[in-house]
């Protein structure tokens, strides 16, 4: 019913600046979060970054000051610069959503959806 597409991964060097970016489409009432998490070999998934439709952020204490989490409610697309980048950041990053069909009318609980993951690999 929704679908996530991420994109703006690739392979950078440490210092470097890269941009991902996730758009939801589908029978989408409304988008209450958007948010990234990322996944590397050997570790749990953790979150990187969340931002409510109201515009309150949440971000990991590894990536504050560096990334930014932006949302355009318009076009449901979700944004993370990512300034200064560095082998940690490494990972399979994941774009989550949060939202309500459009399908159906009152819902209790909205519908989580992961995208596909795109790839940052951060070399020394």
Known sequence: QVQLLESGGGPVQAGDFLKLSCAASGHIFSTITMG????????????????????????????KGRFTISRDNAKNTVYLP???????????????????????????????????????????
Do not use: F, H
Not at 53 to 61: F, K
Not at 100 to 112: D, E, F, I, K, V
């Open 82 to 124: 990512m300034n200064s980048l560095k082998p940690e950041d490494t990972a399979v990053y994941y774009c989550k959503t949060s939202s309500y069909s459009g399908l159906y009318g009152y819902q209790r609980n909205p519908l989580q959806t992961w995208g596909q993951g795109t790839l940052v690999t951060v070399s020394s």
């Open 36 to 63: 990234w998490y990322r996944k590397s070999p050997g570790k749990q998934r953790e979150l990187v970054a969340a931002v409510t439709s109201g515009g309150t952020t949440n971000y990991a204490d590894s990536v």
